[in-house]
């Protein structure tokens, strides 16, 4: 019973350090600063728990480490600094024969959770918190072989069964919270992201159709000057970089209009092969620029419903992200795919790729990874796009590793199949 209470000490310590790091984590809404805030977390955490343990024997101290360990380990990776951490702290409190049970222990657990780190993150928030507490158990488990080799004694069942019980309590607890805290935080992201587009979309919407009459009759009025037969070759270059420009203008000014509200205008069945050949050849220049080897792997079998014109604008803005973000060469992949009533486009480069942070930001209203260069209307558009025809994107990007657009549409009934 007196172990029991220990380790409910323990465990309350960690809980209450949990809540003032959410706390912190709602006033600093920086994806940096909450890394740092996690980290620190996890050793402030190692440390309280070894500093407030009990003693098993003489040389074996009892406590929760494991659990920030665990956590820290499988959200945070580095599970060997955490490790190394209270190894240290043991070190300080004394070298003896509970020393070498928490290095093996530690460096045990450690690797344990190195192999499954990249596994981990790909499960759902769910299956996350199950894996965890089952870790928990997994790591109580070595943690009492290692005392019984080390020690030459045996404890019953009222020490171990309080242990396991506590310690798959609070690696349950502080897992739950942390996916509620993702949850919430991802939430407030695409609110904040929601209010910021809406806001746009109303600007787009009032002043668009204002601004693009003048300079629809300004072109106009330009090409009618380029026919004039006593122009010289100057001022026919100015008349077409004017007109060029007045293009350019049009363009933002239509990417306003798609983004407040997508006109879904015709819908027909488009191949989507036949929208890429199109957007490459557009792009060659571009492509033959900066070296770009194009690998096309077409097995989709299936057409899209879709506004084709719309399509086109949407894959045209995702390529062409895509080539800019090789300036020195490399590979441009498009694929096609059916799975599962889904037809499935992958677009991927081997560009310099985005962090998290950019990821996270990236679709929003001006925002744009190419700084000084270009509206972030592009983005915009396709994300626009895609959802009004009842698709999703997903973006996978790491620095120095690419970036890889993952396009779904729904495969509906009146989607034929392409013979």
Not at 188 to 200: D, F, G, M, N
Not at 209 to 217: F, G, K, M, V
């Amino acid at each position: 019973m007196e172990m029991a209470k220990h380790l409910l000490f323990n465990l309350s310590l960690l809980l209450v350090l949990l809540f003032f790091m959410q706390m912190w984590f709602e006033k600093n809404f920086s994806y940096n600063k909450q890394t740092k805030t996690a980290y620190m977390y996890g050793i402030i955490a190692i440390v309280l728990c070894m500093l407030f343990s009990s003693y098993l024997n003489p040389g074996v101290r009892m406590d929760l480490r494991l659990v920030p360990l665990i956590i820290s380990g499988l959200y945070l990776g580095s599970a060997f600094l955490f490790a190394g951490v209270a190894i240290f702290v043991r070190a300080i409190i004394d070298f003896d024969s509970g020393f070498l049970v928490t290095v093996f222990l530690n460096l045990s657990v450690a690797l344990l959770l190195l192999l499954v780190k990249p596994y981990f993150l790909k499960l759902t928030s769910k299956n996350r918190i199950v894996v965890s507490i089952m870790l928990s158990i997994i790591a109580s488990m070595i943690f009492s072989a290692f005392v019984s080799i080390f020690t030459q004694l045996a404890y019953g069942l009222q020490i171990w069964i309080p242990y396991f019980i506590i310690a798959a309590l609070g690696t349950g607890i502080i897992a739950y919270s942390i996916e509620s805290m993702h949850s919430n935080m991802k939430m407030r992201e695409q609110l904040l992201k929601s209010k910021r587009i809406e806001a746009v979309s109303q600007m787009g919407a009032a002043i668009s159709h204002e601004i693009r009459n003048p300079l629809t009759s300004a072109r106009g009025f330009l090409q009618f000057l380029n026919e004039g037969k006593n122009l010289d070759q100057t001022q026919r270059m100015y008349i077409e970089i004017a007109i060029s420009e007045l293009n350019q203008a049009e363009e933002v000014i239509g990417n306003y209009l798609t983004f407040a509200k997508p006109a879904i205008e015709k819908v027909e069945e488009v191949n989507s092969h036949w929208i890429f050949h199109q957007i490459l050849s557009e792009l060659s220049p571009m492509i033959s620029n900066q070296d770009i080897k194009i690998v096309k792997k077409f097995t989709s079998k299936s057409t899209l419903v879709a506004d084709k014109e719309m399509l086109r604008r949407c894959f045209h803005n995702l390529i062409k992200n895509n080539i800019e973000s090789m300036p020195e060469g490399g590979n441009l992949t498009i694929q096609t795919s059916d799975h599962k009533g889904l037809v499935i486009i992958t677009i991927t480069d081997t560009g310099y790729g985005m962090s998290e942070e950019i990821l996270n930001r990236l679709g929003e209203p001006f925002y744009s990874t190419t700084e000084g260069h270009g509206t972030g209307l592009g983005m915009m558009v396709a994300h626009s796009i895609i959802r009004a025809m009842n698709g999703t994107i997903e973006i996978i990007s790491k620095p120095k590793h690419g970036t890889q657009f993952i396009v779904k549409f729904p495969n509906t009934e009146r989607t034929r199949r392409v013979i």
